[in-house]
């Protein structure tokens, strides 16, 4: 778990409190020479990439190029990056980091390829790292050393990254920073919190409040199971979420219910908090649910 308090003396974007990430679900990374090469390499390099392409084209099964394979936008130049982020505005972008040598980043492509043909309202960009002077000039400045390399970005602010992640992790990372269609309602200050609340005082439904950090590891690996109840118990209860480092009003609503750690959990009833969970245990999580809609649970 996370704590507020080493939220607040930490600056957001470090990423040293993250979990480590099982070895089973994660590829090895490999390292990118971000040095000048001579044009012959060069031209060899580009021949790699070539072969990436058709590679992972191959393994998704389609014989598109990237830069027309489904969503997925490769970008050459720091600028065609900045100007894709500009594009997307608020919406979430994620960039994975390749190069043409690294088995991993050819392993890894084809799930995001699969992530973007059932995420419409998310971004997907692919730098090839060791394609130009110029991709490398990319890489130097968004400091990237290790492929794959997967960066999340919102309103040209980088909110996350993780390095040599698997299948899994990366489809858990995408749906946790870029849920906007899924039964959980998401909460973006004290204001919608009160709304949610009198909205359902006359239906009488458990509400269940998850309250996070952008950068927390506990909260990204419970998520999927939050949107999974969200869907099953969708006629008795509802689920809703808010990170508390999103602006000052959120911070200031997990200061007002006494939220030290996160992902906290709270559970409201016809305007009432009558409970509260701290943890990313699943199983520990259904229980206090069931609990609060009071089935009793041996």
């Given amino acids: 778990m996370a704590t507020i308090t ?8 470090s990423l040293a409190t993250f979990p480590k ?17 001579p044009k012959a390499l ?10 990436f392409i058709t590679k992972a084209a191959a393994v998704s099964g389609t014989a598109k190029k990237v830069e027309s394979d489904e969503r997925v936008q490769q970008v050459h130049s720091i600028e065609e990056f900045d100007e894709a982020l500009r594009m997307a505005k608020n919406k979430l972008v994620v960039v994975e980091y390749a190069a043409s040598h690294s088995y991993h980043s050819r392993k890894i492509y084809p ?15 692919l730098v090839m ?34 390095e040599g992640i698997g299948p899994d992790v990366l489809m858990g990372d995408v749906l946790y920073y870029g849920d906007n269609h899924s039964g959980v309602v998401q909460l973006h200050s004290r204001e919608d919190v009160e709304k949610l609340i ?18 927390c590891g506990p909260c990204v690996k419970v998520y999927p199971t939050v949107v999974k109840l969200s869907k099953q118990m ?20 997990l200061k007002d219910m006494n939220v030290v750690e996160v992902p906290t959990f709270l559970f409201i009833r016809d305007g009432d908090i009558c409970g509260r969970y701290v943890g990313s245990g699943k199983g520990e999580l259904i229980g206090e649910i069931l609990k609060y809609q009071g089935v009793r649970v041996t």
């Fill in 6 to 13: 080493n939220f607040l003396s930490k600056p957001p974007s």
């Fill in 21 to 37: 990430i099982n070895n089973s679900l994660c590829f090895p990374h490999s390292f990118i020479p971000f040095v000048t090469k």
């Fill in 42 to 51: 060069t031209k060899k390099l580009e021949t790699n990439r070539t072969y």
């Fill in 111 to 125: 799930f995001m390829v699969d992530l973007s043909r059932t995420c419409n309202d998310v971004d997907f960009l």
């Fill in 129 to 162: 790292g060791d394609e130009s002077e110029k991709t490398r000039e990319l890489c130097e400045r968004e400091k990237i050393e290790q492929v794959p390399h997967f960066s999340f970005y919102k309103s040209m602010e980088k909110i996350h990254e993780e």
């Fill in 198 to 215: 009198a909205d359902h005082k006359a239906d009488h439904k458990l509400i269940v409040l998850d309250v996070g950090l952008k950068h």
């Fill in 234 to 253: 969708v006629d008795t209860v509802v689920f809703a979420r808010m990170n508390g480092d999103e602006n000052d009003s959120c911070l200031a609503f």
